[in-house]
DNA sequence: ATGCGGACCTGTTAGC
DNA sequence: TGCTAACAGGTCCGCA
């Protein structure tokens, strides 16, 4: 399930290959995912040159010259960049052929991702301008999640994966972040202290830069589309963990659920709040 | 406005 | 062994 830093890993990784290049022609082979994939959207992009490639959250931004094409990987999409004669398999989804050698193809067994388009700039889409601020940025700041989570009783991990006030941080890093931070995740988010606003800021970019580090290292892997996701590469102290010894006191790390989200913690050293 | 539960979908794993 | 059931995941939507 590519998070942010995948995300990240396999823009960053197509760009020699298809920023500049020319779209000769798109091919639906099963428009159902999240949202149907346009019908007409050979026509939106057939003979455009796309012009920049960015990331916004885990949405992926191809800006072509009449407009945006916004891709989402959903928990289980793949974007490869592979030789045109390529035989389609199972989930293949859509092929976007290059007028140069190769083609972009998305993959999604479980249709939980999105192809879309756009001729309006795509920060005013409905899916991207309500997005909280990226987690990597200067404006994600401990002044700025409390100034967010002063007034929300909600649970801090439920509140951080939500997308409103930082965007990226999936399960699996919203557990490890909390772990490092030493916050509980049920914590309501009113009670977040400044300095614990502070190690979670820091947390949270800590784990996605440091993910995208190792992304960086399986980068030419993935256009085979055998690369590892930069998570396995991580050291995860929690996630999937839960039963297993706390890496830092062996005590047994606990398991609950939080939003309908499975979600491992040590309950030593992330001690929960007693009003 | 906030917050919760449901829906989407299917490969994998656990349990019978 | 073969079947069924539960589970995982991100994100939007609708209802209280």
Redesign the pocket.
Known sequence: ?P?LPEVETILRGLVPYILWAKVDQSIIRCK?L?WPIPEDLNSCIAGQTILELSRR???MLFRLETGTLII?L???GRLCFLNNDEPAK??DHVDIILTQNGMLRYTD????GAILWTTENPAIH???S??GVEPLSEDFTAEYLLRCTS?????IK??I?A?KIV??V???YAAEALFLSGINPSLP?NLLTYTQGEKLVAMIQQVLEFSITQGGTTLKDFVNSDGLPGYFAQKLNV??RGGLPCVVCTKALTTC?L????TVFCAHCQPEYYP
Not at 109 to 112: E, I, L, S, V
Not at 259 to 262: D, M, W
């Open positions: 399930m998070e159902k999240r959250g885990k949405y989402h959903g928990m289980s199972k989930h067994p479980r249709r939980f409905p899916l991207l309500a997005l007034n929300r009783r909600m649970a439920p509140l994966m997308g965007v990226g999936g399960n699996i988010a996630y999937g659920m939003g309908q989200r499975s």
